[in-house]
């Protein structure tokens, strides 16, 4: 045992490979040939094969080299028909491209890697230390990526949970926009003055999401303001028919006219109509346009506010 560490390590500082691919079959071939060892200027220790050793180790080396190349040809070969049926399948759920391609891309990384390392085990490699330095490697990437990983998770959340799709106007914290991409990173929105805003998933994940398009009608609060010496029933009634005028509120469900609130100085008339999401900016125009025209054309006043002043007399 002595002497093949021996000539093992003689081999690798030879050939400059790491010991963990240095076999037994190398040794073997060591100990049945005579290895002439120098010793040069500089101290290096050096290891001269003839010709006929090096034959003689592949010789041995190909019972061992042809079932390694058959486990690899069959593997990826495997590995292909596995990640075509996972396709295959994906495609015939409700599962969106973006994350359909990211579990193919997954899973076929993983099997590539059991299939080379089941590989290099057959070839007599020790496989344990490339599977520990593997492991470290991942384990500082992923604590050098925190964030990105944290990224990443959040979208699969995003994409698998769907609180917003393509082009649906939402609110994510205090950010107002339409979507224009869910990524697995980022989410991109376009505000209503035309920016582009781009959002990491984790922070899109942990605030407080608002779908304005989800259910397909959203319904419009305006107040409009009269003064008290106005006539109430006549103010209702102009709006009634402001509303009858406007084809983009919905006639279902019915529209709401009602005295909101008695303020200090105006009666304040709520008035809720539905509309779909999309026309909602251009119906407020409209509403107060035409309400502030039938209000001046029917003597309704819109106060503002006022305050008397009372001087007391010595």
């Given at each position: 045992?002595?002497?093949?560490?021996?000539?093992?390590?003689?081999?690798?500082?030879?050939?400059?490979?790491?010991?963990?691919?240095?076999?037994?079959?190398?040794?073997?071939?060591?100990?049945?040939?005579?290895?002439?060892?120098?010793?040069?200027?500089?101290?290096?220790?050096?290891?001269?094969?003839?010709?006929?050793?090096?034959?003689?180790?592949?010789?041995?080396?190909?019972?061992?080299?042809?079932?390694?190349i058959?486990?690899?040809?069959?593997g990826?070969?495997?590995?292909?028909?596995?990640?075509?049926?996972?396709?295959?399948?994906?495609?015939?759920?409700?599962?969106?491209?973006?994350?359909?391609n990211?579990?193919?891309t997954?899973?076929?990384?993983a099997?590539?890697?059991?299939?080379?390392?089941?590989?290099l085990?057959?070839?007599?490699?020790?496989?344990?230390?490339?599977?520990?330095?593997?492991?470290?490697?991942?384990?500082?990437?992923?604590?050098?990526?925190?964030?990105?990983?944290?990224?990443?998770?959040?979208?699969?959340?995003?994409?698998?949970?769907?609180?917003?799709?393509?082009?649906?106007?939402?609110?994510?914290?205090?950010?107002?926009?339409?979507?224009?991409?869910?990524?697995?990173f980022?989410?991109?929105?376009?505000?209503?003055?035309?920016?582009?805003?781009i959002?990491?998933?984790?922070?899109?994940?942990?605030?407080?999401?608002?779908?304005?398009?989800?259910?397909?009608?959203?319904?419009?609060?305006?107040?409009?303001?009269?003064?008290?010496?106005?006539?109430?029933?006549?103010?209702?009634?102009?709006?009634?028919?402001?509303?009858?005028?406007?084809?983009?509120?919905?006639?279902?469900?019915?529209?709401?006219?009602?005295?909101?609130?008695?303020?200090?100085?105006?009666?304040?008339l709520?008035?809720?109509?539905?509309?779909?999401?999309?026309?909602?900016?251009?119906?407020?125009?409209?509403?107060?346009?035409?309400?502030?025209?039938?209000?001046?054309?029917?003597g309704?006043?819109?106060?503002?506010?006022?305050?008397?002043?009372h001087?007391?007399k010595n």
């Open positions: 045992m002595e002497v093949y560490e021996n000539l093992k390590l003689l081999h690798c500082r030879r050939y400059e490979i790491p010991l963990f691919f240095c076999n037994k079959v190398v040794a073997e071939t060591y100990i049945s040939y005579n290895v002439k060892l120098e010793v040069n200027f500089r101290g290096k220790v050096m290891a001269d094969l003839d010709g006929t050793a090096i034959l003689e180790t592949i010789q041995n080396f190909l019972p061992t080299l042809t079932p390694a058959l486990i690899f040809c069959i990826l070969i495997l590995v292909r028909l596995l990640i075509k049926g996972l396709d295959s399948i994906l495609s015939r759920s409700k599962v969106r491209p973006i994350l359909a990211f579990f193919s997954v899973a076929a990384t099997l590539n890697l059991l299939v080379i390392i089941a590989t085990n057959k070839l007599g490699i020790q496989t344990a230390s490339i599977i520990a330095l593997l492991g470290a490697a991942g384990l500082a990437i992923a604590l050098s990526l925190q964030s990105t990983l944290a990224n990443l998770a959040s979208g699969i959340l995003l994409i698998s949970l769907r609180p917003f799709q393509y082009g649906e106007f939402v609110q994510i914290g205090s950010l107002l926009g339409s979507v224009q991409s869910i990524g697995l980022t989410t991109a929105l376009k505000t209503p003055d035309g920016k582009r805003v959002i990491p998933n984790q922070k899109v994940f942990s605030s407080e999401i608002t779908n304005y398009n989800h259910y397909g009608t959203r319904r419009l609060d305006l107040t409009y303001s009269i003064a008290y010496s106005d006539d109430v029933d006549l103010a209702k009634q102009v709006l009634q028919d402001v509303i009858k005028e406007n084809p983009l509120i919905l006639e279902s469900p019915e529209p709401l006219i009602a005295v909101g609130a008695l303020a200090a100085h105006s009666v304040d709520l008035l809720q109509v539905w509309t779909e999401p999309a026309n909602v900016r251009t119906l407020t125009y409209q509403l107060n346009e035409a309400v502030l025209k039938a209000f001046h054309k029917n309704l006043n819109i106060p503002f506010p006022q305050l008397d002043v001087l007391a």
